[in-house]
């Protein structure tokens, strides 16, 4: 029988490394946004248009996970409003939203308190939204974050939401002024394929957040880590160590706290009475996956299924790197895949361009001589966790479920 007073403790042992590890949830809030200063900068300059009668159509706001850009851009825009009676900012998060139609009910529910029904359809949605935006001060701030999480749906185009944000009719005849600022962590041409129609209807203005260097890493979890843990119990070498290995992994604060967290909770149960580089490097495979795995998780689709192909080839039963091109396409265009997600070689060259921009994949050109050039593509990470995640990506996509019996 398990003696449960052995396994829950009403208080931190103690020989805990830690003060407070609550201080390094990566979710929590920082009193004070470091780091950041260019960006702030920026997009100060784009509100202050307000001034002389302008606000952008839309502003991309965009980098890797981790970087500050939610943070960043909320409260920039909340000062910002606090101070200008004639600027109202509203924030929504769109993570959860799979469909056109639920995003479109998240802006209305953040704006009114209220949803429509399925019934009603995205017309009846927006129709909501532009009566609500009509009794808000003269200037609307939108924030969606998460936007690249919308895929396009049986009902509806991603263009067709997005030129209704921007064009729709209620909101012209209403004379409404929105200015819509897009959080994501690509760029959306990317993700969504926005067409010519939407993208002349957006504005220039972006905003990127690059990851985190070393020194600006360094800032930003250096004073949680001063609140998180008992004094001297993590040496600077060990300190500037963890910084570095996290700024050279991923650039990514949330990262790098799970990372000196996990580090902690390894000093502890080793009964060590200070972090050692060792209870960092037993850390750095696992946080490294899960940020690795959190990426697949949010990607589109036809990026997901290639890198599937990508690693599909064994050798002496591993996966073979590198791959190249026509061994991904042959991958995917196997006996049993559904012809509606079947790709062309055109659309694997694409998507593989798009990998490498996220830091997915590499590519290089190797010469073959006579036999002219040929293209290697390999994952940057351990290629075992794309075939490990596949059932979790089947299982939270709802692109599964619409796919015509084979």
């Given at each position: 029988m398990t003696d449960y007073d052995d396994l829950f403790a009403d208080?931190?042992?103690?020989?805990?490394?830690?003060?407070?590890?609550?201080?390094?949830?990566?979710?929590?809030?920082?009193?004070?946004?470091?780091?950041?200063?260019?960006?702030?900068?920026?997009l100060a300059t784009v509100l202050n248009g307000v001034h002389d009668g302008y606000l952008p159509?839309?502003?991309?706001?965009?980098?890797?996970?981790?970087?500050?850009?939610?943070?960043?851009?909320r409260r920039v825009c909340h000062e910002f409003a606090e101070r200008h009676e004639?600027?109202?900012?509203?924030?929504?998060?769109?993570?959860?939203?799979?469909?056109?139609?639920?995003?479109?009910?998240?802006?209305?529910?953040?704006?009114?308190?209220?949803?429509?029904?399925a019934y009603q359809?995205?017309?009846?949605?927006?129709?909501?939204?532009?009566?609500?935006?009509?009794?808000?001060?003269?200037?609307t701030v939108l924030l969606l974050d998460e936007i690249d999480h919308i895929r396009r749906d049986t009902n509806y185009d991603?263009?067709?939401?997005f030129y209704r944000l921007l064009r729709?009719?209620?909101?012209?005849?209403?004379?409404?002024?929105?200015?819509?600022?897009?959080?994501?962590?690509?760029?959306?041409?990317i993700d969504l394929r926005l067409d010519s129609r939407v993208e002349s209807a957006m504005s220039d203005e972006q905003v990127f957040f690059p990851p985190y260097g070393i020194d600006d890493l360094r800032a930003v979890v250096g004073p949680?880590?001063?609140?998180?843990?008992?004094?001297?119990?993590?040496?600077?070498?060990?300190?500037?160590?963890?910084?570095?290995?996290?700024?050279?992994?991923?650039?990514?604060?949330?990262?790098?706290?799970?990372?000196f967290r996990q580090a902690g909770e390894t000093a502890t149960k080793r009964k060590f009475d200070r972090m050692t580089r060792e209870c960092v490097d037993a850390n750095l495979e696992t946080t490294e996956r899960e940020a690795t795995v959190e990426k697949l998780l949010s990607l589109p689709f036809n990026h997901f299924f290639v890198l599937t192909g990508v690693v599909s080839w064994t050798e002496n039963s591993e996966i073979k790197q590198p791959v190249t091109t026509a061994e991904v396409h042959e991958a995917l265009s196997r006996e049993g895949v559904p012809d509606q997600i079947c790709l062309g070689q055109r659309a694997v060259r694409d998507v593989i361009t798009d990998l490498e921009t996220m830091g997915l994949v590499e590519t290089w050109i190797d010469?073959?001589?006579?036999?002219?050039?040929?293209?290697?593509?390999?994952?940057?990470?351990?290629?075992?966790?794309?075939?490990?995640?596949?059932?979790?990506?089947?299982?939270?996509?709802?692109?599964?479920?619409?796919?015509?019996?084979?």
């Open positions: 208080t931190a042992p103690d020989d805990s490394v830690f003060v407070d590890k609550g201080v390094l949830d990566p979710l929590a809030e920082p009193e004070s946004i470091h780091a950041r200063e260019s960006q702030e900068r920026e159509p839309t502003v991309s706001v965009y980098g890797p996970p981790g970087t500050g850009k939610t943070l960043t851009t004639q600027v109202a900012v509203e924030y929504v998060n769109l993570k959860e939203c799979r469909t056109l139609f639920r995003a479109a009910n998240e802006i209305l529910y953040e704006l009114t308190g209220e949803r429509k029904k359809g995205l017309d009846g949605v927006f129709a909501g939204i532009w009566a609500a935006l009509a009794d808000y001060p003269a200037w991603p263009n067709e939401f729709g009719e209620g909101k012209l005849k209403r004379d409404i002024s929105l200015s819509i600022w897009l959080l994501s962590n690509e760029l959306l041409e949680r880590l001063e609140r998180a843990f008992h004094e001297g119990t993590v040496p600077e070498e060990v300190r500037a160590y963890g910084v570095q290995e996290a700024a050279r992994r991923w650039g990514d604060a949330r990262k790098a706290l799970t990372l010469s073959r001589g006579a036999e002219g050039r040929i293209k290697r593509i390999e994952t940057t990470f351990e290629p075992e966790w794309v075939p490990e995640t596949i059932e979790q990506y089947a299982t939270e996509s709802t692109y599964f479920t619409k796919l015509d019996p084979v």
